[in-house]
């Protein structure tokens, strides 16, 4: 299955979590040598609320029009307005830093000062020219990536098409290997010394805000200490492990059965490519290579579906919109059909990374991808969807409070809705014949295909900011980013290239959320709250059943308690939010161990007598 994850819109990132422009560090205005006051600090949020409002409207529509028509000039002028946005973040940075510790803040100031201060993504220091080098360098390598370029047979391949051509089985184990090798080659390698200048930049503007790094000041943004936060993904991670390390071992067999000894050995990491994803981010792409005899065969294929009635991009979206519609939430806006990007333009070069976007912090909601008609865009799309629906939810809130409880939340959202399209959800929609729903003897199948990507992203989702952490501190040098990346790769996904890197590689950059500059934490909190989320709506719903089955498509009772959840908006912590709709304050992989037990019994059945671990 190709990437299921998204950026955030840049409505929401642009002032708060974009590259940051260097500023004078804020001076006292003539005459007002007196310590702030709280009121002073009220003041202060309500003009940066203000101004911060009417700049990413702006800021939104520029860096639009330049993710889906890339140019030069696009770039140049993506490069000019997010450098007023982050001379903006920067200077509030300094500003709320300024007024943190004054005594009498309202809990409402300060969790916004608070927000102002951890929210940055890549500042730069205050010394002149550093922020537009850091701008520029930071908009160059996303161009780099959206036009990136592999081949396949000698012949190059545009970058959504490598995507899915990792993904056919039809490839030999020698094509794979050129799709990768000439992916990583040709989009990461060139992009390292120019990472390693703004890896550099903004460590120094991180220092001028009081963190120690940037990827400290990264993880302060969760509502607990940086090094409390590191401790509780490392806890989720051990609850989840196991469930890893049995599908792990149980699909390196089954490759070594389709490819032999040569190809992938019966013991060690499992070879990257091998794995249906560029990444190896997610593995349903080769189910039928490891699908179990006769439970295995779900009987379909939701593109398949989709393809026999003749289903469009359009239908596509216009389907994950009446989930939504189903739960009680409002249909999308005219706008919404307009101006959106549902498909990659001929005459173009575009981002075709999936994203949703808020370009008004209103009601002018929108979605970029390049959808092609498969059971992976389908799914997708109710995730992006999911994005619009929270921005929606919390438009009323103030601009700070503009985003998601966490930055896991939002990606959460419509991975638990898209959790729901079950075979009864295909059924209820007209995809599905009801005589063909799978019995409860196919159950090993549907769970084996869910984890596939669910399971199989868990370790992706916490290396990559892993690898980055330790290159803003400094641990991992630039002479060694490939060799610490594919080192972490190996510890935690048990996988490695299909062949030896040379010196130069930059593996990490042929990941888009790298050069993206995207903190990459959000996607593994996302896969565990997902199934938070899905196991206190099927709870709600009054579900019996085994939870995998459960679906809650048309329960308006779900719906009503997930948008009293969605419009809080950042306005409480995280926990408050968990709270609201699932009734506890604390992350945790239970629901996922729950959802996934029937399988996880049946691999360690299958596994007997294997090798476990590389």
């Excluded at 982050?86 to 709320?96: C, G, I, M, P, R």
């Excluded at 490392?234 to 390196?252: I, N, S």
């Excluded at 089954?254 to 997610?282: C, F, H, S």
């Excluded at 498509?553 to 779900?558: I, R």
């Amino acid at each position: 299955m190709k990437a299921m994850i998204s950026t955030l819109s840049l409505a929401l990132s642009l002032a708060l979590a974009g590259p940051v422009l260097a500023a004078e560090k804020a001076k006292d205005a003539p005459g007002q040598s007196a310590k702030p006051t709280a009121a002073d600090a009220d003041a202060f949020i309500a003009a940066a609320e203000k101004d911060l409002f009417d700049y990413t409207v702006e800021g939104s529509q520029v860096n639009w029009v330049n993710a889906t028509y890339i140019t030069e000039d696009t770039d140049a002028m993506a490069a000019r307005i997010n450098a007023v946005g982050t001379e903006k973040a920067v200077k509030y940075a300094l500003e709320a830093a300024k007024y943190a510790t004054v005594p009498g803040l309202s809990p409402d100031t300060k969790r916004k000062l608070d927000i102002l201060r951890n929210g940055l993504v890549l500042p730069a220091p205050t010394k002149p020219g550093a922020a537009t080098e850091l701008n520029q360098i930071a908009t160059d390598l996303q161009s780099q990536y959206g036009k990136g370029r592999g081949t396949l047979d000698g012949k190059e391949i545009s970058n959504s098409d490598i995507e899915a051509e990792m993904g056919n089985l039809k490839h030999t184990p020698a094509e794979f290997a050129e799709m990768w090798t000439s992916w990583h080659d040709q989009v990461g390698a060139p992009m390292k010394d120019d990472y390693a200048r703004l890896v550099a930049i903004a460590n120094e503007g991180s220092k001028e805000l009081g963190f120690a790094d940037t990827g400290a000041m990264w993880r302060s943004g969760y509502d607990m200490p940086p090094a409390e936060f590191a401790k509780t993904t490392e806890r989720l991670w051990q609850e989840v492990k196991p469930l890893y390390m049995a599908l792990h071992t149980y699909v390196r067999w089954k490759l070594n059965e389709k490819y032999g000894d040569a190809v992938q050995p019966k013991t060690g990491p499992i070879r990257a490519d091998l794995l249906g994803n560029m990444w190896a981010q997610e593995w349903g792409n080769i189910y039928p290579l490891v699908a179990p005899p006769g439970s295995g065969d779900l009987g379909y294929d939701v593109g398949d579906l989709l393809a026999a009635q003749g289903k469009t991009p359009l239908d596509m979206v216009k389907a994950g919109e009446n989930f939504y519609s189903s739960l009680g939430m409002a249909p999308l806006p005219e706008t919404f059909w307009k101006r959106s990007q549902f498909t990659k333009p001929a005459d173009r070069e575009v981002i075709c990374h999936a994203s949703a976007w808020d370009i008004d912090n209103k009601d002018d909601i929108r979605i970029k991808m390049c959808i092609k008609v498969n059971a992976d865009d389908f799914v997708t799309i109710h995730h992006e969807l999911g994005h619009n629906y929270y921005q929606r939810a919390y438009n009323k809130q103030p601009f700070l409070y503009l985003n998601g409880a966490n930055d896991g939340f939002h990606e959460a959202i419509g991975d638990f809705v898209a959790l729901s399209i079950t075979p009864q959800y295909l059924v209820d929609i007209g995809l599905l014949d009801k005589a063909k729903v799978p019995s409860a003897d196919k159950d090993i199948g549907l769970l084996l295909r869910q984890a596939m990507d669910k399971v199989a992203f868990l370790p992706f989702g916490l290396l990559v900011d892993r690898w980055r952490w330790g290159v803003f501190d400094g641990t991992i040098k630039p002479a060694d980013y490939n060799k610490a990346w594919t080192q972490l790769r190996t510890q935690y996904q048990g996988i490695v290239p299909p062949g030896e890197r040379p010196a130069n590689a930059f593996d990490p950059g042929a990941k888009y959320h790298i050069p993206g500059n995207t903190p990459y934490t959000r996607y593994f909190l996302a896969r565990i709250l997902q199934f938070q989320f899905y196991k206190a709506a099927c709870d709600q719903a009054g579900w019996k059943g085994p939870l995998h089955r459960c679906s809650f498509y048309g329960n308006k009772e779900v719906g009503a308690k997930l948008n009293a959840m969605l419009e809080m908006g950042a306005s409480k912590p995280w926990p408050d939010a968990l709270e609201a709709f699932t009734g506890t304050r604390e992350m945790s992989g239970k629901a996922m161990a729950e959802y996934f037990a029937p399988l996880k019994a049946w691999l360690d059945e299958q596994n007997k007598g294997k090798p476990t671990g590389w």
